[in-house]
């Protein structure tokens, strides 16, 4: 499983110049961050096989073809899911990039190098629906709450429910982007692009009763708040959750409310499929989701399976009954 020697052995690379840090340092998103940062340290350990290596200044620089196709073939042996498989790929893709946008590699050694196909797959998206007795039984669970907790996660969770908006997404809103009147929010999806999405007139209701406790100083749209009830706003500025912080609020929420347990993404998953059974063009629901591809949208369509069950429901299983002597 031993990768073959890089030339050169471990070169020092500077944290202005290692491709590491500057790959990372222009995500946009601190949840891109983490997540890439992972994919490049667990590559990093099959490059040195050290347990304990992380990416930083590792000679990035100096891997060629036949290192990158060998990491492939090593990481397609750890039993991972295609996607999960796919991103590591991205990242090491992303900082041979680098290396070479900061003039470490020829465009030809570069582009030998990142000349790595991805995994085919065809999975159905992860996740499950969120029936509308779901929602509202977990919406009761925050209305049952008097805390400021209570107000603030019902609007979470309608803000989820109606727009269909990532996790980091929903984290990274901030008041001033929240527009009562014309029932928006403009939110910054990957790869900093924003777009406007809309409210229900309740998931509306819900962010003014939230907003009765949090204030109108500018900051985060949704904020900690400690076990005393109080806001966490340094400086009289309320500061931003993270995003796994929003998907601990849906699994107390929905675990108060008896549910079984559900992600943001299944919120997600929830309204694109939504949309669509009611009618809405792909385009439309491309749009308000934040998807590069229509492909992408298309994946969570529902129509399909649903037409391919109704295909089924006109077959009928014969009557049991043994066969009579002389029968084919």
């Known amino acids: ?87 590591h790929l991205v990242a090491l893709r992303r900082v041979l990039r680098e290396a070479w946008r900061l003039g470490q590699m020829s465009a030809e050694d570069y582009h030998r190098a990142a000349d790595l196909p991805t995994m085919a797959h065809t999975r159905l998206p992860a996740g499950q629906h969120v029936p509308p007795e779901v929602a509202g039984a977990a919406l009761a669970a925050c209305d049952g709450d008097p805390s400021p907790a209570g107000a603030r996660d019902g609007a979470l969770l309608a803000v989820l429910y109606s727009t269909g908006c990532r996790r980091a997404e929903v984290a990274g809103l901030a008041l001033a982007d929240y527009d009562s009147a014309a029932r928006s929010l403009r939110v910054r999806g990957k790869r900093d692009k924003e777009r406007l999405v809309y409210l229900t007139s309740e998931a509306v209701a819900r962010a003014e009763a939230w907003l009765t406790v949090r204030g109108h100083e500018p900051g985060a749209l949704f904020c900690p708040i400690n076990k005393a009830g109080r806001l966490r706003a340094p400086g009289g500025r309320p500061a931003p959750m993270t995003g796994q912080a929003i998907a601990d609020i849906v699994s107390r929420r929905l675990a108060a409310a008896g549910a079984a347990r559900r992600t943001p993404h299944d919120f997600r998953r929830t309204f694109i499929g939504e949309l669509l059974d009611a009618g809405v063009d792909l385009a439309t629901t491309q749009a308000l989701v934040g998807h590069a591809s229509p492909v992408t949208t298309a994946r969570y369509d529902r129509r399909p399976e649903a037409r391919r069950r109704e295909a089924v429901d006109r077959l009928r299983m014969p009557d049991a009954r043994p066969l009579r002597p002389g029968s084919p």
Do not use: F
Not at 3 to 16: E, I, K, L, R, S
């Open 1 to 87: 499983m031993d990768v073959p020697a890089v030339p050169g052995g471990p070169a020092a690379v500077t944290p202005a110049g290692d491709p590491y840090v500057v790959y990372l340092g222009a995500l946009t998103s601190a949840e891109s961050r983490r997540t890439m940062r992972g994919c490049l340290d667990r590559v990093a350990r099959v490059i040195t096989g050290d347990p304990a290596a992380t990416g930083a200044g590792q000679p990035w620089h100096l891997l060629r073809y036949e290192h990158t196709v060998r990491i492939r073939a090593i990481l397609a042996e750890q039993g991972w899911s295609p996607a999960y498989l796919n991103k």
